[in-house]
Structures are given as structure tokens and as C-alpha cells.
């Protein structure tokens, strides 16, 4: 038993490497600050519309995307002066790509770059929206154009890093990580995917010291927790591994990949109905997996055996 319950632990951790992987992180939450003017230089009357875009800021920062939308589309209804136009078109893109909605988000935020051209901070979150789309190409036109503006910018080094690794040349994706880390110490993206760069050469304990360092900067990273589940499920915590899926998966609701491995979670720690319970919310998403109609057949004759 402990044979097939390792042969299953080390299927989901190549999976869950692969799946972290092939999708991206969403703008860093440390992007979600107002991009035009402080409250104090605004017009009279607009005060309120600066609070209600904050508080949409709190909202996504709480895994709260679609409530968010809302209140930013009202927001955008009473910005009668267009004000704010380029912040609500920037905030309902973050709060779409959260979502997995990446055509959406990109739309916004090709709207929000016709008001304001080359902005480097909108390029960045549309750098990020196309490589959640699997559109690498226009994601690297996007960071390169924000390294044209600002040589050496750590965010922009790291999306193309990101690149090289689908691509296999990890020489260059860990020169591009070391030379956005040297800019910036604090970018918990970078520290993430060093970490992937980790786990592929099978060097675990360096990859869960650089994850780790950085979900102490940014708790809700997305491939930081997503990939420290791999390594925590690979080393038998399938209780902190479904803690990390779980952080992903509240920032992510739909994401039914992430849903598949908590459930795998689950069921290695014997925990059946509730691993049935998850495994049928990925059926539900419509999320195509493998391994997902196998698993739902275990879990069904383990609750039968009962």
C-alpha cells in the first residue's frame, strides 16, 4: 500500500510541476495600486469614486473577483468624467485573469494601453494575461516593450524567464531569474519559478527554500503554492499539500487542475468523501484531465467498501 500510495504521490507531484508549469501567475498582487492621482489631488466629488475603487482593490485581494467586477463596472457607470476609466479597465482585468476569463482581462487591458500608450505597469498585467492565454509570442513583444522603457525591470525579465523555460532553455530563463532578482530581491514570481527550476533538477530542498522565501513575501503566489504542494505531497504532507491548493484555489476558484490535486490530496489522506466531493466540482468545471474518470471510479468503490 505505501508503494502505490508514493507511486500516486510522485504522478500528481510531475503533474502538478507541469501544470504550474504551463500557466501563469496573474499579475503580482504588489501591481494593484491606483495608477493615476492621489486622493488628496482629486477633483471634488470624486473622493468617493477613489474609495469604491480600493475597495475593489481589498475585494480582489480577497478572493473576491466577481464581487469586485461589480463594483467596478459601478464605479465605471458613475465615473461620468472618465477619471478613473484607465483604473477600472486595469483593476477588471487582474479581477478577470484571477477568474481564468484571460480573453476578457486582455481586452481590458488593451483598452486601458489606447488611453494611455506604452504605460509599463499595464504592460506588464497584459505581459501576464497573454502568457495565462498560451499566447507567448504577444507576451514577449509586451515585456520586451517595458524593457525598452525601463532597462533591467525585474517583473518584465521575469515573464520573459518564464518564456525561456517553456521553451527548455533553462540556462537562460535562470540567468533572466538571477539578473530580475538582482533588481529586485523582493520579487516573489522570480523566487517561484527558481523554485520550479529546482524541483526539475530534483533538487528539493533548494526549491522549497525558494518557494517558501517567496510565499513569506506574497502568501497568495500562485506557482509558489502550486508547486510547494508538488514537493509537500511528494514528501508525504498531503495536509499542508491541500493547505497550498486550497490558497490557490481561493484566488482561483475555477482553476480545475488545482482542484484535481487537492482532491488527490484528500484521498491520500483517506479522506474519500471529500476528495469525491472536489473530484466532482472538476467534472462540474468542465475541466478536461487525466486521470480525473479514474479517480472518481476509486473514490466511488472505497465509499462502496464502507
Known amino acids: 500500500m505505501r508503494r502505490k500510495l508514493l507511486a500516486a504521490a510522485l504522478a500528481v507531484f510531475a503533474a502538478a510541476t507541469l501544470a504550474a508549469a504551463a500557466t501563469g501567475d496573474g499579475p503580482s498582487l504588489t501591481d494593484l495600486e491606483l495608477l493615476r492621482v492621489p486622493r488628496e489631488e482629486l477633483p471634488p466629488g470624486e473622493t468617493e469614486l477613489a474609495s469604491k475603487l480600493q475597495f475593489a482593490r481589498a475585494l480582489i485581494l480577497g478572493g473576491k473577483a466577481e464581487e469586485a467586477l461589480e463594483a467596478l463596472d459601478d464605479v465605471l457607470a458613475r465615473d461620468v468624467a472618465g477619471t478613473f476609466t484607465v483604473e477600472v479597465l486595469y483593476y477588471k482585468g487582474f479581477a478577470l485573469d484571477t477568474l481564468g476569463r484571460y480573453d476578457a482581462a486582455i481586452v481590458n487591458y488593451q483598452t486601458a494601453l489606447k488611453e494611455r500608450p506604452g504605460d509599463p505597469t499595464i504592460l506588464l498585467a497584459l505581459g501576464q494575461a497573454y502568457l495565462d492565454a498560451g499566447r507567448g509570442d504577444d507576451a514577449r513583444a509586451a515585456f520586451e ?156 468503490r472505497r465509499l462502496a467498501e464502507k
Open 145 to 300: 516593450q517595458v524593457l525598452a522603457q525601463i532597462p533591467g525591470e525585474s517583473r518584465a525579465l521575469t515573464g520573459l524567464a518564464y518564456l525561456e523555460l517553456m521553451a527548455g532553455d533553462v540556462g537562460e530563463a535562470r540567468a533572466k531569474l538571477e539578473r530580475a532578482l538582482a533588481a529586485d530581491a523582493e520579487n516573489a514570481l522570480a523566487m517561484s519559478y527558481l523554485g520550479l527550476l529546482e524541483m526539475n533538477e530534483r533538487k528539493y530542498d533548494l526549491a522549497r527554500a525558494h518557494l517558501e522565501n517567496a510565499l513569506a513575501l506574497e502568501p497568495a503566489n500562485l506557482t509558489a503554492n502550486y508547486n510547494l504542494a508538488g514537493i509537500l505531497f511528494m514528501q508525504g504532507d498531503y495536509a499542508g499539500a491541500e493547505k497550498r491548493y486550497r490558497v490557490v484555489l481561493k484566488r482561483k476558484p475555477g482553476d480545475g487542475e488545482a482542484r484535481f490535486y487537492l482532491a488527490a490530496a484528500l484521498e491520500a489522506q483517506g479522506r474519500y468523501e471529500d476528495a469525491l466531493a472536489e473530484a466532482e466540482k472538476v467534472v462540474d468545471s468542465g475541466a478536461v484531465i487525466d486521470g480525473l474518470v479514474e479517480m472518481l471510479d476509486r473514490l466511488q
